[in-house]
């Protein structure tokens, strides 16, 4: 079975539903009171027949001839049936045959029926205008015929009534169901709009953004509260969790502060070069530390995404050639070569962060790529998307590496020996995010290729 | 020069008044950033040195008030809170200079250098267009460099950085200090960006057997001295 999933899905199913309903509604009135009126009809004609049949035994053939003529066409009344509702469709017709098949009286009736009921027996009227009728002959005693007839206008007019309520009702219901469906899809889809216009300021790091309430007190009212509630409590959580950061890095690095300002001093006391080279890498491993505490909290705050208030349109394509060209002697000194082929393109972010993104990628090529490897930069528009690659052709990463190199304190040197804490990456990807982008490696049968799609103003 | 230092912790405060002092300047050393605000406005300092967290008032408003008071000396924030958004706090309040904790004393010593040197706001139209130090003789308006009346060819980047030297002669300019005004880096890259590009501007300035004119200075950065050897 199929279940609608969306508000125009329901109502086309609650609208033929309905549809569907009056429509049998229509179809059973019309059937019961075409019944009923045919039955009235029946009864009404062998009414007629037993009193005409009646009148022919006491006074002959001759008489109900007369009486046949006179009645012939006419409109009735006496019997009760349809009777006082003017002459329309309540005309009663009449014939009567002598023994050898000809006509005495009654001449409305063109055909004359066989003995017996006779269903939709063409007619005459005496405006001139044809019909059908319901008939029954009888035969006369004296092997003559006489016949009986209602028209069956009546009938068809009930029926053309009852169709024309039910299609006026049908109408009704299609209409107001499409514009109460509408209406309806409008009021939701406006609620949804302030709620996902909310959410989308909380995703994009204002956590003062709330759904407006207009104090109707409707459902929408009351999911905009509860959501605004959840939406309090991780505004709550995200300054705590903000406090506790900078009352960490204050409690931590005022006493480092510290111990740094002591090892200086011990430094300069130093009684020979050897005690001031151990105090010296002792300062170095200090630094390294802080360096790597910096470097977890920098990630969780670029993943706080509120480093998009800061975002202007950039010249992407300078600042990669800037970042290749600081870097470049550094290939050079190791022999390795690094080649840059960038279109221009613009887009919006902050440039502080989009260097330090591509510095850790081209580092990552440097420490992690191997001897010689050398460095492939391209920035290319596709689409609308500033996409650049940053790729090596060093030995690349081992096949279950993937997307672990993007992790926080994933190193794939399984002795951790080399330089860096495994979170230059996780940078570059917490940078893409921010920027509405995204980073993957592309399969390459050489060195490890990073693809990065940024959105893109356009092309210079 | 006239240092107004505002720190709250005692023993980091008595650190940097006895090496300021020691580096012949004159320091007054605040706890409290009412106190240091009112002490900016009713003195002229040549430098505020601030830190962020402190009791009272916040280095960050405290040099925000300062600044709207009418108070040009320039500033260097010394902050714990280390993060990315911070620093541009800080630069966005009105630091010219934001040194996170904790630093290197040599690292703060060449900041302050640097900072007192650049000429105030508003005067900085008729600056020079001739750097001439030693034997180096830079020409800011058409780009060249002559070492010694020969002509040197330098890369974009070696000019900036050698023309940061030239303005800095005589004081020590440490590597990150050269990351953030010559590369613009704010963050400390892993690799020796600044000791490759020093190497190559050295190789160009020393050729023909000149003497080596950027010295450097061991665990804290460079030096071109104006004197000779």
Known sequence: MIVPRTIKGLSILTASISGLVISALGAAAIFISHREIEAQIDHRIELEMDALLEYHASHGTAALAQFVDMRDGGTTGGTGYLAGAGGEGRMMLYALSDAKGNRIAGSLIPRLPPDGWTEFLPIRRPDGSTGKAQALGRSLPDGGQIVVAGDRDALSRADDRILLVALAGLGVILLTGTVSTIALGRLIRRRLVLISGAAQGIIEGDYTRRVPIDGSGSEFDRISMILNAMLGRIETLMLSLRQVSSDIAHDMRTPLGRIRQDMEALMRAAPDEATADRIERTIADMDALLDLFAGLLGISEVQGLAVRKRFILLPFAEIVADIVEAYRPAFDDEGRTITAMLDDVTIRGDAQLLKRAIANMLENILVHAGDGANAIITLAVEQGAAVLTVADDGPGIPANGGEKIFERLVRLDPTRSKPGHGLGLSMVRAIVHAHQGMIKIVPSSSGLHLAIRLPGVRAG | ?229
């Not at chain 2, 023993?11 to 605040?30: I, K």
């Not at chain 2, 040195?49 to 008032?57: E, I, K, T, Y």
């Open chain 2, 1 to 229: 020069m006239r240092i107004l230092l505002l720190e709250d912790d005692k023993e980091t405060r008595d650190y940097l008044v006895r090496g300021l002092t020691e580096l012949g300047h004159q320091v007054v050393a605040e706890s409290e950033g009412k106190a240091a605000l009112a002490r900016t406005l009713a003195e002229a300092f040549d430098i505020l040195v601030l830190d962020r967290m402190v009791p009272g008032l916040d280095g960050l408003t405290m040099l925000r008030l300062a600044r709207e008071a009418g108070c040009q000396s320039p500033a260097i924030i010394l902050s714990a809170m280390a993060g990315i958004e911070d620093r541009v706090a800080g630069l966005e309040e009105g630091a010219d200079d934001y040194l996170i904790k904790p630093f290197a004393f040599a690292e703060l010593a060449a900041r302050l250098g640097a900072l007192a040197r650049r000429p105030p706001p508003g005067e900085r139209g008729d600056a020079q267009t001739l750097l001439r130090v030693g034997g180096i003789e830079m020409d800011l308006v058409r780009r060249t460099v002559k070492r010694d009346g020969r002509t040197v060819d330098l890369q974009p980047r070696e000019f900036s950085l050698l023309e940061y030297l030239l303005r800095n002669a005589d004081r020590l300019v440490t590597r990150t200090m050269l990351l953030d005004r010559v590369w613009n880096f704010g963050f400390d890259p892993k690799t020796n960006i600044v000791e490759t590009h020093m190497s190559r501007l050295r190789t160009k300035l020393n050729e023909g057997g000149a003497d080596n004119v950027i010295r450097t200075i061991r665990g804290s950065g460079y030096m071109i001295v104006s004197g000779g050897q």
